[in-house]
């Protein structure tokens, strides 16, 4: 397709954008993304808040949501700082919090780090025990469940009352028909673009759950911002459910423009609040002390076992 000109301005352009069906000069095309996080943060998110932490993992989607956010946040006159979680793995955690700081830098905001070392091990503990088969769990699967629990802990110590994720339409669409498929409905309630507090559970939310990731990609680029370049070394060829279901679904987006927006809006807005959630009463873990179904929570399961797998190890 010809270059064509930018629909806001006329000047040459440098995005296609197809679900908006429109070329956007850097400028313009900055504004049109800055414009729908707007929209989801003035339709979803509650006024009163007041602290909020960014968590940012140096990836294009979470680099994407600093920048833009911070423009919004900025202007609500909140209080906000930028969370990296140090997870301890191996040259991959230092040059991502590089990469996360100079960014925030650049933006002059404060990077906070939550450390998992605090509590007596790292993610290549983990991963180690993981391919000795002495923890039989995928990786990631563990590591997600340990950036949740870090997250809500340390923003709820530290007094902020929402932490906000650069989840992305690419991930939401994944999860949703994998959901589906396999029969966890009651999961879909967790897309929610904002899911309320209480008690040292801390409020959370995603302003980028509309946005694919190609647009974070072309959104970082537009900013000129510096994203962490190779993937986690401990990520295990991907071939979930999930990245299948996913790829079909943008694939008929390439036919079909805005497909996987539409849907993931019909998701939010019209199938969410139908799905009557079994009452699951989150208990204390006697542990830690914060909510989990599971008593201990799975954070202080995992620690554990890892404390007792390492010491018979010496
Ligand atoms: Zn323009
Ligand atoms: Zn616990």
Not at 60 to 73: G, M, Q, R
Not at 143 to 163: I, Q, S, T
Not at 168 to 192: A, H, P, Q, W
Not at 227 to 255: H, T
Request: charged letters at 25%; a positive charge; one cysteine or more.
């Amino acid at each position: 397709m010809p270059r064509g000109k930018c629909r806001v301005c006329g000047r040459e352009a440098e995005y296609w954008v197809p679900w908006a069906n429109a070329w956007f000069c850097h400028d313009h095309f900055i504004e049109y993304y800055d414009k729908r996080v707007r929209r989801v943060w003035e339709k979803y998110f509650p006024r009163g808040h007041r602290k909020v932490l960014v968590a940012v993992s140096g990836g294009k989607d979470s680099v994407a949501l600093l920048y833009s956010i911070s423009k919004l946040l900025g202007d609500s006159g909140l209080y906000y700082h930028a969370l990296f979680i140090d997870l301890g793995i191996p040259g991959y955690s230092r040059e991502s919090l590089r990469i996360v700081e100079k960014n925030a830098g650049r933006l002059d905001i404060e990077v906070e780090v939550a450390r998992l070392s605090d509590y007596g091990f790292t993610m290549e503990d983990v991963y180690r025990l993981v391919r000795a088969r002495r923890i039989r769990r995928p990786v990631c699967s563990i590591c997600g469940m340990v950036k949740r629990y870090l997250m809500n802990r340390y923003a709820y110590e530290h007094g902020y009352d929402l932490v906000l994720t650069g989840h992305n339409l690419d991930d939401m669409i994944g999860f949703t028909l994998s959901s589906i498929v396999s029969g966890r409905i009651e999961d879909l309630v967790k897309l929610k673009p904002y899911v309320e507090g209480s008690g040292n559970l801390v409020a959370r939310g995603k302003p980028i759950l509309f946005m694919y990731g190609v647009e974070n990609k072309w959104y970082v680029e537009a900013v000129d911002a510096e994203i962490v370049g190779g993937q986690c070394p401990f990520r295990a060829g991907e071939s979930s459910i999930n990245v299948e279901l996913r790829d079909a679904v943008l694939a008929a987006d390439k036919k079909h423009p805005g497909l996987a927006i539409l849907m993931a809006r019909n998701i939010v807005d019209k199938l969410i609040p139908r799905i009557r959630a079994p009452e699951k009463k989150l208990k204390s873990c006697s542990v830690c002390g914060y909510p989990s179904s599971t008593d201990p929570c799975g954070f202080c399961r995992l620690r554990e076992r890892v404390s007792a797998l390492l010491s018979s190890q010496e």
